[in-house]
């Protein structure tokens, strides 16, 4: 799963390059501290924005985001997966149709694999490639139909998993 996980869905781009990919009534999800403080450096205002006060492993809490999002919606999410607590906060902040702040306690990187999965299309999702730079994926059935395939394998994966662990006990 970790090489499907890592491969791009959209194109690897770098904050100077957003003008010439977006346009200001484009509808834009960011994923990570540090896509979301780009994005809203270059004037971009993500309807939802995923973040977790760190960079790198390092809390870090940046004031753009705070301005931006002052009373984010609060869930825990474990490296590696995809809570219920998370999709649902996701699902929620969606279908308000407002701008959204989810602040994640744990891990957030997972977090564009629902979005993508349940904005409508022609939406943007970004999100951060650690020493590359964005992924920026526009949404489509194509797309949408990979990243189904891969929340499948995750779900089979997770439901093999605790029937192996509960085996054991």
Not at 100 to 117: K, M, Q, S, T
Request: charge should be positive.
């Amino acid at each position: 799963m970790r090489k499907k996980l890592r491969s791009s869905y959209g194109i690897t781009i770098n904050s100077q390059e957003l003008p010439a990919k977006l346009s200001a009534s484009d509808t834009i999800y960011s994923i990570g501290d540090v896509t979301t403080a780009n994005l809203l450096r270059a004037g971009y205002i993500p309807k939802i924005a995923v973040f977790d006060y760190s960079t790198e492993r390092k809390r870090k809490v940046l004031r753009i985001i705070n301005k931006n999002y002052p009373n984010p919606i609060k869930v825990k999410n474990a490296s590696g997966e995809i809570s219920v607590e998370l999709w649902n906060a996701l699902r929620s902040a969606l279908r308000s149709g407002k701008r959204v702040g989810i602040r994640v306690y744990g891990e957030e990187d997972l977090a564009a694999l629902p979005i993508i999965h349940m904005c409508r299309n022609g939406s943007f999702v970004i999100y951060g490639l650690r020493g590359i730079g964005m992924d920026l994926i526009k949404a489509n059935s194509k797309v949408k139909a990979k990243i189904y395939g891969i929340l499948s394998e995750m779900q089979r994966y997770s439901t093999k998993r605790e029937k192996d662990i509960k085996r054991k006990r």
